[in-house]
């Protein structure tokens, strides 16, 4: 059974980096497909960063130069999203989520329970 697991949230300054992780055990694949999303209160959620089996990477335009999603290279069932120069904008639940067709993206996500992120002035 697949099971998706985030951590490393927490509050920054306007500026600052946080680099989130997210486990995704029980697959059978090396690599998967597999997306950070974010919601922040009041508003739906949104795609930020995603990444696909073969290792093509994709990015919110509110998001392009600053985040950067990877796959570690030792322990494969461990996805990053590194995010720099963070803003006030980007505080909200982080997600992430692993497409059920892994290694193929469909759009079916298993989603972990999330990860706050807060940036403050």
């Known amino acids: 059974q697949v099971q998706v697991v985030e951590s490393g949230g927490g509050s920054v300054q306007v500026g600052g980096s946080l680099r989130l992780s997210c486990e995704i055990s029980?697959?059978?694949?090396?690599?998967?497909?597999m997306r950070w999303f974010r919601q922040a209160q009041g508003k739906s959620r949104e795609m930020v960063a995603g990444i696909a089996a073969g290792g093509a990477t994709t990015y919110a335009d509110s998001v392009k130069g600053r985040f950067t999603i990877s796959q570690d290279s030792e322990k494969t069932t461990l996805y990053y999203l590194q995010m720099n120069s963070l803003k006030f904008e980007d505080t909200a639940m982080y997600y992430c989520?692993?497409?059920?067709?892994?290694?193929?993206?469909?759009?079916?996500?298993?989603w972990g329970h999330g990860t706050q992120v807060t940036v403050s002035t």
């Open positions: 029980g697959y059978t694949y090396e690599r998967a497909c």
């Open positions: 989520a692993y497409d059920r067709s892994s290694p193929f993206c469909s759009g079916d996500y298993l």
